[in-house]
């Protein structure tokens, strides 16, 4: 073992691996038929066993992932990761879905290697986890690493035979993945500007954090029918986006003669899943600052019993609620819970404090007098080591240390006091990541596109890019503007919340059987107060028409308002989708 860890390290790893590997055997000598394992009936993955049970009784047939889980629980198999990574393989399809579970997801034939993903609760790390990532970066993967639209960070084109070495290296600097890829609960977003925003209703770290550790302490919560998204808004500047999560927790304040204490509360929001045009929706229950997590615990568990293991594209928490509607759902959520959930008339709420959708790029004060927190935009989340460095010794030597990640795909150096203010940007220019940027780059989100994930049709990244230097030589906004591109029907761009929207799409080439990259192009979208689902406007509009398509929209909207600062999500909504077609249509090119 490396001498990079302390004995009482390598006793804990030695038994981790010995025990894991015991459960290899044991399961290679069992039947050859996907059964439940021995004992599971009472064990922590019994639900998950139960609910695979009744799906078969049914009549259903069980998806290949199912099948796979139900041979043994993949966080069982380190030891087997471990070993194939030494011969430097790259794993089957059930492999590939088994190591997810360990944050390793391999991307061929986009690249020939892993990529990991990490669990960043609240989207924080420290100056030295930052420091580390580079290196690791650096060292085991491809040289760079992203922010993503989860607030968290992923490392690329890491070989086979590095995997392990990653997830070890990542573990020394306090980092995790366990769980952050396959059928688990997805990293915890919380407000970026948590404690230390002066508008805010109540810091998110202590709920995230709890919400975090109980994940990853808790067995049963790995047992689920597909990917699950819960996020914690504190009533902040920077939106966190929870409307698009299976569970939404909003801090609220509610005054007397609701049914519920006056003061500040959780109010429920459930269902959220952009990528099939649905956002989170209010519950009507609102949930005590101590009860989050003993209430997602159970709605967790609720969807462990009821969710489609069938069909994949149906296996979200979504489509419980469709099926067996709102109250039902709460009542089994009640009897997971023993006790019943706080309901209360919406006009007893406060409305959200607005969010400003600049407040994640440049300079603003914090609560605590004198200092500020430092908003930097990245290239669309990707930095390099020598970037990751800079902003490790900003938030070091000229901040409080932490670094906050956003679901903007940028990230912010909290703490810094106002004499300081001029060294913390200097580092931060001159290591090529910028503090001030366009309206339109500014809300610039892009997911990984097919430079790097086999389901993506577009190289959405570049393309993004492309738009954002053809707005800012074309037109000036005097608006925020959100332009999100997402490379396929996963959305992991949440291209429907975007003022402009754009799903990637093989695009046919007048007069050739060949087929361009392009576009399908939506405009409209919102969320947080301004919550909806962009509308359809183009179609198959090839990538290299798409920046000239993207400007005849904002010009539309520049030329035709209702009045100099209406926002473009007022002027979409006050028009359909064949109005703003025929609008952008008729601006001079």
């Given at each position: 073992m490396s001498e990079d860890f302390i004995p009482e390290q390598k006793r804990w790893l030695e038994g981790f691996l010995s025990g894991a590997a015991a459960v290899q055997a044991a399961r290679k000598a069992g039947p050859a038929h996907a059964s439940a394992p021995a004992g599971v009936s009472s064990g922590p993955d019994s639900a998950a066993a139960v609910a695979q049970d009744r799906t078969v009784e049914r009549g259903g047939k069980l998806v290949d992932q199912e099948k796979w889980k139900r041979g043994g629980n993949p966080l069982?198999?380190?030891?087997?990761?471990?070993?194939?990574?030494?011969?430097?393989?790259?794993?089957?399809?059930d492999d590939n879905f088994r190591w997810r579970y360990h944050g390793l997801f391999f991307v061929a034939p986009a690249q020939a290697g892993y990529m990991c993903r990490m669990r960043l609760p609240n989207g924080i790390l420290t100056h030295w986890q930052m420091d580390a990532v580079a290196d690791i970066a650096e060292t085991k993967a491809g040289g760079y690493a992203h922010v993503t639209t989860r607030a968290n960070l992923q490392l690329r084109e890491i070989k086979p035979e590095n995997g392990p070495d990653t997830l070890e290296a990542l573990l020394r600097a306090g980092i995790i993945s366990k769980g952050s890829g396959a059928d688990n609960i997805r990293n915890v977003t919380g407000s970026a500007t948590a404690g230390i925003d002066p508008q805010e209703?109540?810091?998110?770290?202590?709920?995230?954090?709890?919400?975090?550790?109980?994940?990853?302490?808790?067995?049963?919560?790995?047992?689920?029918?597909?990917?699950?998204?819960?996020?914690?808004?504190?009533?902040?500047?920077?939106?966190?986006?929870?409307?698009?999560?299976?569970?939404?927790?909003?801090?609220?304040?509610?005054?007397?003669?609701?049914?519920?204490?006056?003061?500040?509360?959780?109010?429920?929001a459930l269902g959220g899943i952009t990528g099939h045009r649905d956002l989170a929706r209010d519950t009507g229950v609102v949930v005590a600052l101590a009860e989050a997590c003993a209430v997602a615990d159970a709605i967790?568990?609720?969807?462990?019993?009821?969710?489609?293991?069938?069909?994949?594209?149906?296996?979200?928490?979504?489509?419980?609620?469709?099926?067996?509607?709102?109250?039902?759902?709460?009542?089994?959520?009640?009897?997971?819970?023993?006790?019943?959930?706080?309901?209360?008339?919406?006009?007893?709420?406060?409305?959200?404090?607005?969010?400003d959708r600049l407040s994640h790029i440049g300079v603003h004060r914090q609560k605590q007098a004198g200092l500020n927190w430092i908003g930097a935009w990245t290239p669309l989340g990707r930095m390099l080591p020598e970037q990751m460095r800079a902003l490790a010794r900003a938030a070091r030597e000229c901040g409080d240390g932490d670094i906050r990640l956003t679901v903007w795909q940028n990230l912010l150096i909290s703490g810094v006091p106002d004499a300081q203010i001029?060294?913390?940007?200097?580092?931060?220019?001159?290591?090529?990541?910028?503090?001030?940027?366009?309206?339109?780059?500014?809300?610039?989100?892009?997911?990984?596109?097919?430079?790097?994930?086999?389901?993506?049709?577009?190289?959405?990244?570049?393309?993004?890019?492309?738009?954002?230097?053809?707005?800012?030589?074309?037109?000036?906004?005097?608006?925020?503007?959100?332009?999100?591109?997402?490379?396929?029907?996963?959305?992991?761009?949440?291209?429907?919340?975007?003022?402009?929207?754009l799903i990637a799409a093989k695009v046919a080439v007048p007069g050739s059987e060949d087929e361009a990259e392009g576009y399908h192009i939506h405009a409209g979208g919102g969320y947080a107060e301004k919550g909806s689902i962009a509308k359809l406007v183009f179609s198959d509009v090839t990538a290299a028409d798409a920046p000239a398509r993207v400007e005849a929209l904002l010009r539309a909207y520049m030329s035709h308002r209702a009045a100099p600062d209406e926002s473009f999500h007022a002027f979409a909504a006050r028009h359909e989708a064949p109005a703003l077609a025929h609008l952008a249509l008729g601006m001079p090119a």
């Open positions: 069982d198999d380190y030891a087997r990761l471990k070993a194939e990574a030494r011969a430097g393989a790259a794993p089957k399809p209703l109540l810091d998110t770290r202590p709920a995230a954090f709890d919400w975090h550790n109980h994940i990853l302490n808790e067995r049963a919560m790995y047992g689920l029918p597909r990917k699950f998204n819960v996020a914690f808004d504190g009533g902040g500047a920077v939106a966190t986006l929870e409307d698009t999560n299976d569970i939404g927790f909003q801090a609220v304040e509610v005054t007397a003669g609701g049914g519920a204490e006056p003061g500040l509360w959780w109010r429920l967790v568990r609720v969807f462990i019993d009821h969710g489609d293991r069938a069909n994949r594209v149906k296996a979200r928490l979504k489509y419980v609620l469709d099926a067996m509607g709102f109250e039902k759902f709460l009542e089994l959520v009640e009897e997971k819970l023993g006790r019943k959930l706080t309901r209360i008339d919406p006009t007893f709420v406060k409305p959200r404090p607005p969010v001029a060294q913390a940007r200097g580092l931060i220019e001159t290591a090529g990541l910028k503090i001030e940027v366009s309206n339109a780059r500014a809300g610039l989100v892009a997911c990984t596109g097919n430079k790097g994930c086999k389901f993506a049709a577009s190289d959405t990244k570049g393309h993004a890019l492309e738009i954002a230097d053809h707005l800012d030589a074309k037109i000036t906004l005097d608006q925020p503007v959100n332009i999100h591109l997402t490379g396929c029907h996963h959305s992991c761009a949440q291209h429907y919340i975007g003022d402009i929207g």
